[in-house]
């Protein structure tokens, strides 16, 4: 047997995207490093599938493909997918196709694309998003790369990606080179962010006003029946139903201390490189390397002071409050996302689409929610959007909901639970829709101490000026600055 495509590394990821694969008609040959899992999987989940072949060497895995070869990598970013290639590249011949579909960074795609496509190997870098679930039963797919690789890809990523409601599947080409990877990485950043916020809203319930986890999850239930509506919003509310063996609330006997993988520092990183204020999910990824330090965090719990406690109640126009606060929050992370890949993908020249974006992650991902239904409208309407908060759609809500955000940073501030991604959103906005920032005190400070030169409001951009604050510093300047 020619299986369609073949599938390299059978964790959780890979077992479930090829039975999904298989269940839509695909034949698939999957191979794995460790013999172990593939045997596993073989005698297990794929028992009495007769399309699924499995291969104890990677000779007879490609010998399993038909032309041209289809190969996509479910294994560990970095290192381990430079040495599959390294490993496959001498199996395989012009034309074939490697997809890697982990969390690669985006510019170890666009080097291996380029690298690949000088020995004649098409190369795809492909966001999968949406867990074991998503993987099983439809992921969102974001594949990038090159793009003569599309036409042998398409039928098996629509077919087996998740579907909107209206039946559009949640894949798209979205561009060349690492396009597809660097999106994937964006969407983990405001996943990133997304998370943050609702940690933030859980912690200011429970310490701020004393809620119990039923009444927590109830709230949360409510706000998924409106704007908020969501995968996050919707686990967060099962989270708090949970109970642990002892019918306690399982969520309070887990330690606080956040793992991450790399993706939303990525987008932190990028953002600093392309000058682009990522400032909520940059707070993210900073709430999760303070939540680290466990230890000392308990150390200082017993010396630093705080606000006295203050007992408080949640009342129906509280919960109001903080549901149009978490809101209008999301809103600033997808904005400040949307953004990032604006910058980037313009820089790149990569068109990237931002409405079939939205498209894309409207199910089967984990940051699916309603808003993206209102996002691709935005962006629809007008392609070339500076930012969401000034599409007028997402301007009203903010007018409806920043209200509340201010009440809510305010109780953070007052009851001394901290707050970052809430606190930053709030800073945003004032910031974005602020006519006149401080930064002319900062560009007279770099000025006076360094002779970096400042731009004058009553002189053309672009043209510099720098003045001898100290009657002794002369006319000599460093040079222009960039902002």
């Given at each position: 047997?020619?299986?369609?495509?073949?599938?390299?590394?059978?964790?959780?990821?890979?077992?479930?995207?090829?039975?999904?694969?298989?269940?839509h008609?695909?034949?698939?040959?999957?191979?794995?490093?460790?013999?172990?899992?593939?045997?596993?999987?073989?005698?297990?989940?794929?028992?009495?599938?007769?399309?699924?072949?499995?291969?104890?060497?990677?000779?007879?895995?490609?010998?399993?493909?038909?032309?041209?070869?289809?190969?996509?990598?479910?294994?560990?970013?970095?290192?381990?997918?430079?040495?599959m290639?390294?490993h496959?590249v001498?199996?395989?011949?012009?034309?074939?196709?490697?997809?890697?579909?982990?969390?690669?960074?985006?510019?170890?795609?666009?080097?291996?694309?380029?690298?690949?496509?000088?020995?004649?190997?098409?190369?795809?870098?492909?966001?999968?998003?949406?867990?074991?679930e998503?993987?099983?039963?439809?992921?969102?797919?974001?594949?990038?790369?090159?793009?003569?690789?599309?036409?042998?890809?398409?039928?098996?990523?629509?077919?087996?990606?998740?579907?909107?409601?209206?039946?559009?599947?949640?894949?798209?080409?979205?561009?060349?080179?690492?396009?597809?990877?660097?999106?994937?990485?964006?969407?983990?950043?405001?996943?990133?962010?997304?998370?943050?916020l609702?940690?933030?809203?859980?912690?200011?319930?429970?310490?701020?006003?004393g809620?119990?986890?039923?009444?927590?999850?109830?709230?949360?239930?409510?706000?998924?029946?409106?704007?908020?509506?969501?995968?996050?919003?919707?686990?967060t509310?099962?989270?708090?139903?949970?109970?642990?063996?002892?019918?306690?609330?399982?969520?309070?006997?887990?330690?606080?201390?956040?793992g991450?993988?790399?993706?939303?520092?990525?987008?932190?990183?990028?953002?600093?490189?392309?000058?682009?204020?990522?400032?909520?999910?940059?707070?993210?990824?900073?709430?999760r390397?303070l939540?680290?330090?466990?230890?000392?965090?308990?150390?200082?719990?017993?010396?630093?002071?705080?606000?006295?406690?203050?007992?408080?109640?949640?009342?129906?126009?509280?919960?109001?409050?903080?549901?149009?606060?978490?809101?209008?929050?999301?809103?600033?992370?997808?904005?400040?996302?949307y953004?990032?890949?604006?910058e980037?993908?313009?820089?790149?020249?990569?068109?990237?689409?931002?409405?079939?974006?939205?498209?894309?992650?409207?199910?089967?991902?984990?940051?699916?929610?309603?808003?993206?239904?209102?996002?691709?409208i935005a962006?629809?309407?007008?392609?070339?959007?500076?930012?969401?908060?000034?599409?007028?759609?997402f301007?009203?809500?903010?007018?409806?909901?920043?209200?509340?955000?201010?009440?809510?940073?305010?109780?953070?501030?007052?009851?001394?639970?901290?707050?970052?991604?809430?606190?930053?959103?709030?800073?945003?906005?004032?910031?974005?829709?602020?006519?006149?920032?401080?930064?002319?005190?900062?560009?007279?400070?770099?000025?006076?101490?360094?002779?970096?030169?400042?731009?004058?409001?009553?002189?053309?951009?672009?043209?510099?000026?720098?003045?001898?604050?100290t009657?002794?510093?002369?006319?000599?300047t460093?040079?222009?600055?960039?902002?």
């Amino acid at each position: 047997m020619e299986a369609d495509i073949g599938l390299i590394g059978l964790a959780v990821m890979g077992q479930n995207l090829v039975l999904n694969m298989n269940d839509h008609g695909y034949s698939v040959a999957v191979y794995n490093r460790s013999p172990g899992p593939l045997n596993e999987f073989l005698s297990g989940p794929a028992a009495g599938r007769k399309d699924i072949v499995g291969a104890h060497s990677l000779e007879s895995f490609i010998g399993n493909l038909a032309r041209p070869r289809k190969v996509m990598l479910l294994i560990k970013a970095g290192a381990p997918v430079d040495e599959m290639i390294g490993h496959l590249v001498p199996l395989l011949e012009p034309g074939d196709l490697i997809i890697d579909g982990g969390n690669s960074f985006f510019e170890d795609t666009v080097r291996r694309s380029k690298a690949l496509s000088d020995q004649g190997i098409r190369f795809v870098g492909t966001g999968v998003s949406g867990g074991e679930e998503g993987a099983r039963h439809g992921p969102s797919l974001m594949p990038g790369g090159d793009a003569s690789a599309w036409p042998l890809l398409r039928s098996i990523f629509t077919d087996i990606a998740a579907k909107t409601a209206k039946g559009e599947a949640c894949c798209a080409w979205i561009g060349p080179e690492g396009a597809g990877h660097f999106v994937k990485m964006v969407h983990n950043g405001i996943e990133y962010g997304d998370m943050e916020l609702i940690a933030e809203t859980y912690q200011l319930m429970r310490d701020a006003y004393g809620m119990k986890h039923a009444e927590m999850a109830a709230a949360f239930k409510h706000w998924n029946k409106g704007e908020l509506d969501s995968y996050l919003v919707e686990i967060t509310a099962a989270i708090l139903e949970h109970k642990d063996s002892d019918g306690s609330p399982l969520v309070e006997h887990i330690l606080d201390a956040a793992g991450q993988k790399g993706t939303g520092k990525w987008a932190s990183v990028s953002a600093l490189d392309e000058g682009i204020p990522l400032t909520l999910i940059s707070e993210a990824v900073f709430a999760r390397c303070l939540s680290a330090l466990v230890d000392d965090r308990r150390d200082a719990s017993t010396l630093l002071s705080g606000p006295a406690a203050v007992t408080r109640t949640a009342t129906p126009a509280i919960l109001e409050d903080l549901g149009k606060a978490l809101l209008a929050a999301k809103i600033v992370s997808y904005a400040q996302g949307y953004m990032l890949m604006r910058e980037v993908g313009d820089n790149r020249g990569w068109d990237l689409d931002y409405g079939t974006i939205a498209q894309v992650w409207r199910e089967g991902c984990i940051i699916r929610s309603v808003l993206l239904d209102r996002i691709k409208i935005a962006f629809d309407a007008d392609p070339s959007l500076p930012c969401l908060l000034v599409a007028p759609a997402f301007a009203d809500i903010m007018d409806e909901c920043h209200g509340s955000l201010r009440k809510v940073v305010a109780l953070a501030a007052e009851s001394g639970v901290p707050a970052p991604a809430l606190s930053t959103a709030l800073a945003f906005y004032d910031g974005y829709r602020c006519a006149r920032l401080p930064a002319n005190m900062l560009q007279a400070q770099r000025d006076y101490f360094g002779a970096h030169t400042y731009e004058r409001t009553d002189r053309p951009r672009g043209e510099f000026h720098h003045t001898d604050w100290t009657g002794s510093g002369g006319k000599a300047t460093s040079n222009a600055y960039n902002a």
